[in-house]
């Protein structure tokens, strides 16, 4: 059903005063608030909104690989549906059981010629419950109210900006509404700006504060240069999970440009250069689904410092974090031309894991010997607790190991300890 038939099967059906659920419902829209009725309308009148701001990382990752979905085809229809579903596995059955139940408990909203503003899950779910209810279970009796979509049908002069803003007030704005994939709120900031809405009008939509909303867009253009970086641009689900690092990796890059207060222990000059080396490093880590207290330690600002404050603890790590990097990864491309009939979100997926599975010994053990490093920076001025742990470490050292009398790095570094004692016995001497 296209959208001129839409619109006119919800103005037909307007003019039954059987089809009114309940009356005087206010509506926020336009700066004031409306008095609006609340409508049964079947599902078959309906397209889901694409622009959902709860699948909007799914929406935009799958058009950037395969093209504009069409919210009105059934196969793209089917698509939408399982994003919808996916949204949010662990509460689709209690849902579904409430809506048998208890029926729809929480009118939605739809445009004037069908387009779903609020509610797409519960109309996704109740489509469900509906079209497969002998797959699910159900007798047709039980699931025949479920053929009906309860809500507001907005006025005829809705574009798609007030549409927009009406989805983040009635789901992005409500605490209550349950929650969303972290990175569809960035997204959706990205979306009501180019909408023209300023960071104030986005902050009251989302009853956030203007600070919030520019920091998120912030966010999101770090995460956009992360997915560049491996040829991943405009594929926001390579993003899952990972929300974490780059709300700290924000504040790290902008206290390093900045030069401020909480990089004062600094012991080096570091260049515009080096803090874009350490975002390039610190992209990888987060690639390889590094976070907590392990990522921290690589560029944290503040009293405890990290490795990037030591130059000497840096440049090492650096260059020792480049040598461990795969030399032989495919592009994007070239993996689209190998293997052209596979899904590429299965594709890329494979690839990140192919990599990580090839760099996570190397990351792990660099990491941990410069976190150790960087205790021992952060003990200087304890000497007991630094020679505890030296003295710990050579204790546990097998010289049985044949490596031990093959590796020839041991020997000289066997001198490096004897001399460096050595000295600090004579300190002793002479107190």
């Known amino acids: 059903m296209d959208a001129a038939t839409r619109k006119a099967q919800l103005k037909e059906l307007r003019k039954n005063q059987e089809n009114q659920v309940m009356t005087g419902i206010p509506l926020r829209y336009k700066g004031s608030t409306r008095t609006e009725i609340v409508w049964r309308i079947p599902l078959d009148f309906l397209i889901y909104n694409k622009h959902n701001g709860r699948i909007g990382s799914d929406v935009l990752s799958y058009e950037k690989q395969n093209g504009e979905l069409n919210a009105e085809l059934d196969s793209d229809r089917e698509t939408i549906e399982k994003f919808l579903y996916e949204s949010k596995v662990d509460r689709n059955e209690t849902t579904m059981d409430s809506l048998l139940k208890l029926g729809q408990q929480r009118y939605g909203i739809v445009t004037a010629d069908g387009t779903i503003v609020d509610g797409n899950r519960r109309a996704m779910l109740l489509n469900r419950l509906y079209h497969k209810h002998t797959e699910l279970g159900y007798s047709y009796s039980q699931v025949e109210k479920c053929k009906y979509f309860l809500a507001i049908i907005l006025p005829d002069d809705a574009v798609e900006k007030d549409i927009q803003q009406l989805e983040t007030i009635y789901q992005m704005g409500e605490d209550d509404k349950l929650d969303y994939n972290p990175i569809e709120k960035y997204l959706k900031c990205k979306e009501l700006k180019r909408l023209g809405f300023s960071e104030q009008n986005i902050a009251e939509f989302m009853s956030k504060k203007p600070s ?26 390579r993003l899952e999970k990972t929300e974490g690092p780059f709300v700290d990796l924000k504040n790290y890059l902008d206290s390093y440009e900045k030069r401020g207060a909480n990089v004062r222990n600094v012991d080096w000059s570091y260049s515009d250069l080096d803090i874009s080396n350490l975002k390039v490093v610190s992209f990888d880590y987060i690639r390889a689904r590094y976070e907590g207290k392990e990522f921290r330690d690589i560029a944290k600002t503040g009293k405890e410092g990290s490795i990037f404050f030591f130059k000497d603890l840096w440049e090492e790590f650096f260059r020792l974090h480049n040598e461990s990097l795969p030399d032989n990864e495919e592009s994007v491309d070239e993996l689209r031309e190998r293997f052209p009939s596979e899904e590429l979100s299965l594709l890329l997926k494979r690839r990140d894991s192919d990599w990580i599975e090839q760099v996570k010994g190397k990351f792990k053990g660099n990491l941990n010997r410069f976190t150790r490093r960087l205790e021992d920076k952060r003990d200087a001025n304890k000497p007991a607790d630094l020679i505890e742990r030296a003295l710990s470490a050579l204790q546990s050292v097998d010289c049985e190991q044949d490596s031990f009398r093959e590796d020839p790095r041991i020997e000289e570094m066997i001198k490096k300890i004897s001399k460096i004692t050595w000295d600090m016995k004579k300190i002793l001497e002479r107190k």
């Open 212 to 237: 919030q909303i520019i920091e998120w867009l912030d966010i999101l253009k770090l995460m956009e240069e992360y997915l560049q970086e491996y040829g991943y641009d405009g594929i926001y689900t």
